[in-house]
């Protein structure tokens, strides 16, 4: 991916170096050691969007997950074209990017259901740190910056804070 992109690049775009926990890399792998299974690829989600499909039909997912795949442009809080494009990976199969306060469906019940976060980004706000310098949970560090480090350290999209609240796996045809 390094040699696709362009190291400096990937880690301009995602705010990250190529590690095999990614969405991107696993793909890459797909598609060079399973062929076959990856011309049946129809959508690429996280099992937290899989679930919200099943609930209230809805082919989303939230940007800081998002930021968590390899794929995501983190400046511009949107897929990287770009990354996709070099990657061989179509950018019909990702889902609709929102922002984690955002209801991205309704059960049939009628139950709104929110974009949401990833854990760390869910524990970052829950824990009221939405300014940059702030540490997270689970051993894990979480720093708020506009600024993405050059592949020291992972950068991921963190959730907007909305006044008042707090708070991948392909699917084959």
């Not at 991205?104 to 824990?127: H, I």
């Not at 702030?134 to 600024?147: A, D, E, I, K």
């Amino acid at each position: 991916m390094h040699a696709d992109v362009g190291f400096e690049r990937l880690v301009a775009l995602t705010g990250n170096r190529a590690l095999t926990g990614f969405t991107a890399p696993k793909l890459v792998w797909l598609r060079r050691h399973e062929p076959e299974v990856y011309a049946r690829v129809a959508a690429i989600l996280l099992p937290k969007d899989y679930v919200r499909l099943r609930l209230c039909g809805e082919h989303a997912g939230d940007v800081t997950d998002a930021s968590g795949t390899l794929l995501f442009d983190v400046g511009a809080r949107a897929w990287s074209t770009e990354v996709c494009a070099a990657l061989e990976v179509e950018e019909a199969w990702l889902p609709a990017a929102l922002e984690s306060p955002q209801v991205s469906g309704t059960t049939e019940a009628g139950v709104p259901v929110a974009a949401g976060a990833g854990d760390q980004a869910a524990a970052a706000l829950g824990a009221g740190i939405v300014a940059p310098g702030g540490p997270g949970t689970s051993s894990t560090n979480f720093l708020v910056s506009p600024h993405a480090p050059q592949g020291s350290v992972g950068a991921f999209s963190a959730p907007l804070s909305t006044p008042g609240r707090t708070g991948a796996c392909p699917v084959f045809r």
